[in-house]
């Protein structure tokens, strides 16, 4: 009898962040034996999916039939995040599913349509214009979170440090700040990295101390155009926020709501990263 795999249409679910997950769920077909039908898995399941390592599979028949060494057998192939192995090695996670932000102004008007014999109002890319101001929508904001889990030594772990984690939570970089894992080194530019903070646990071994520490980065911007103003920049965790006026369409023949000044707000306090050490 020859055993066949095939990957059922639900499989893949799992869950994102820091415990990130999936589960690949198969089919095993043409063994009666729970112990060849496992070993045929294993030999043709990936060893990693989208950056999570195979930690073990879940084997559940379905149908058996000894007598013709036949069956039916349910995998499921579970995958996580692999914990450092080793004092002081590092262990990296991110997603970039981001968040949302509320803007008040689009990148550009595709287009503008009005009644027969009327002309619709210009109003220079502000959305949700009303009598009586610009509302604005929520978008997706492009967010790269990422998170590094590190075994420190107990020898190199101090209350001042603690201190340090707990004085940067929520700041930004005010100057290059890099991290390497496996040799890559990610690189962000002053303004684009912000430290959410960090969590760690010591009771799991008494040589070491685990720790995650948290980022969100957001890229630095220039020649942001809003309206008729051009050339404004933007760091990626800076506020942009615009003033509208009453102007008149001439076209259209009616007051509108147009942009007339943008300010970029510094509402994160900044700070030297580089402070975390080695991470």
Request: glycine content about 10%; charged content about 25%.
């Amino acid at each position: 009898m020859t055993i066949t795999i095939e990957e059922k249409n639900k499989s893949r679910g799992g869950q994102t962040g820091d415990s990130a997950s999936k589960k690949l769920e198969y089919i095993v077909r043409g063994s009666s034996d729970d112990e060849t039908v496992e070993a045929f898995a294993l030999e043709n399941i990936p060893a990693t999916y989208r950056g999570l390592v195979f930690q073990n599979i879940d084997v559940d028949p379905e149908w058996v039939d000894e007598d013709n060494d036949d069956g039916i057998w349910n995998i499921t192939a579970n995958y996580g995040v692999k914990p450092p192995t080793e004092v002081g090695e590092s262990t990296f996670s991110f997603d970039t599913t981001g968040g949302t932000q509320h803007i008040t102004q689009s990148l550009q008007t595709i287009a503008r349509y009005a009644p027969p014999g009327k002309t619709a109002p210009d109003f220079k890319g502000a959305i949700g214009v009303t009598h009586d101001g610009v509302e604005g929508v929520d978008i997706p904001l492009p967010v790269f979170n990422f998170s590094i889990r590190r075994r420190i030594p107990v020898a190199q772990w101090s209350a001042a440090y603690a201190g340090i984690l707990y004085s940067l939570t929520r700041t930004v970089n005010d100057a290059p700040f890099s991290v390497t894992i496996h040799g890559d080194t990610y690189t962000f530019d002053a303004g684009e990295c912000l430290f959410l903070g960090a969590t760690g646990d010591e009771s799991s071994a008494t040589e070491f101390v685990e720790v995650t520490y948290k980022f969100a980065a957001s890229p630095n911007k220039t020649g942001i155009t809003i309206g008729d103003i051009t050339g404004i920049v933007k760091k990626g965790w800076h506020y942009l926020w615009v003033r509208y006026e009453d102007s008149e369409d001439t076209n259209a023949k009616t007051i509108v709501k147009k942009p007339v000044a943008a300010y970029v707000e510094k509402v994160i306090e900044e700070a030297n990263l580089g402070q975390l050490g080695s991470i």
